[in-house]
């Protein structure tokens, strides 16, 4: 059985309406990091791409940011 490396991550560039909504993504990068799960992602430095992202890469955990032309 394989086991899971990195996982792909898209969702919004903006933060939403509600604090839950950062909130979550915050909590999914420090769930990635304690797996030991790295981050593939729109590549997006703003809103909940960018909140999931920050938090990974703060953390120590593998970020890579994929922005099509």
Same mark, same amino acid.
Request: one cysteine or more; hydrophobic letters at 45%; aromatic letters at 4%.
């Given at each position: 059985?394989?086991?899971?490396?990195? =996982? @792909?991550?898209? @969702?919004? !560039?903006?933060?939403?309406?509600? !604090?839950?909504?950062?909130?979550? !993504?915050?909590?999914?990068?420090?769930?990635l990091?304690?797996?030991? =799960?790295?981050?593939?992602?729109?590549?997006?430095?703003?809103?909940?791409?960018?909140?999931?992202?920050?938090?990974? !890469?703060?953390?120590?955990?593998?970020? =890579?940011?994929?922005?099509p032309?």
């Open positions: 059985m394989n086991e899971l490396t990195k =996982i @792909c991550v898209f @969702c919004g !560039a903006s933060i939403g309406t509600q !604090a839950i909504y950062q909130q979550t !993504a915050q909590a999914l990068g420090m769930e990091v304690q797996r030991g =799960i790295g981050l593939v992602y729109g590549g997006g430095s703003v809103g909940l791409m960018g909140a999931v992202a920050s938090t990974v !890469a703060m953390n120590g955990g593998q970020v =890579i940011g994929v922005i032309r």
